[in-house]
T-cell receptor, first 114, second 111 residues
Framework: KNQVEQSPQSLIILEGKNCTLQ??????????LRWYKQDTGRGPVSLTI?????NTKSNGRYTATLDADTKQSSLHITASQLSDSASYIC?????????????FGGGTRVLVKP | DVKVTQSSRYLVKRTGEKVFLECVQD?????MFWYRQDPGLGLRLIYF???????EKGDIPEGYSVSREKKERFSLILESASTNQTSMYLC??????????FGPGTRLTVT
């Protein structure tokens, strides 16, 4: 069964600190992996996308890594800001006959405290 | 700038009512999607459409139907709302193979 598991479910960090979110997947055949940020009451917005051959991708203070062999990804937030408080969703795309199908993780809710 | 809009941010309906959720995108995307999002379950695909008047069932289509009469508009219909359909509903659109852009969501409560 194609699954995407994220950990931890929630995280509280102090402003200015770093944190790392984890994503493990069993999706196959793999096409790409995205991290989305979802602010409360809003739709998800893409942060990064990585294909099979990429093992790291940065977007400002967000850095995503991918290990396609172990089927693990992480999202590292550097020098957290209050605006980083949100849910972070790992989304894995698999190749199907009709194109790509997305499998969503349950998300990690991050709260940044001053 | 990319834009996906949904007709309502919050909606309260009674059990048995027919409910329409509207989604409009202004990017000329061929694909449109309806998801529901529940705590701990992530986003689950209800229906998607790859062209006008075309639709495909997602993972949880039961109790829902959709309509796509124009390329920019994708409607989700709850024929007879039930309390277990209380959820956040998210619409998205994309060009095949590229990022999905999401709307702000509609939080539906069925009482």
């Amino acid at each position: 069964k194609n699954q995407v598991e994220q950990s931890p479910q929630s995280l509280i960090i102090l402003e200015g600190k770093n944190c790392t979110l984890q994503c493990n997947y069993t999706v196959s055949p793999f096409s790409n992996l995205r991290w989305y940020k979802q602010d409360t009451g809003r739709g998800p917005v893409s942060l990064t996308i990585m294909t099979f051959s990429e093992n790291t991708k940065s977007n400002g203070r967000y850095t995503a890594t991918l290990d396609a062999d172990t089927k693990q990804s992480s999202l590292h937030i550097t020098a957290s800001q209050l605006s980083d408080s949100a849910s972070y969703i790992c989304v894995v795309s698999l190749k199907v006959a009709a194109g790509n199908k997305l499998t969503f993780g349950g998300g990690t809710r991050v709260l940044v405290k001053p | 700038d990319v834009k996906v809009t949904q007709s309502s941010r919050y909606l309260v309906k009674r059990t048995g009512e027919k409910v329409f959720l509207e989604c409009v995108q202004d990017m000329d995307h061929e694909n449109m999607f309806w998801y529901r999002q529940d705590p701990g379950l992530g986003l689950r695909l209800i229906y998607f459409s790859y062209d006008v008047k075309m639709k495909e069932k997602g993972d949880i289509p039961e109790g829902y139907s959709v309509s796509r009469e124009k390329k920019e508009r994708f409607s989700l219909i709850l024929e007879s709302a039930s309390t277990n359909q209380t959820s956040m509903y998210l619409c998205a659109s994309n060009v095949q193979g590229y990022e999905q852009y999401f709307g702000p969501g509609t939080r539906l409560t069925v009482t």
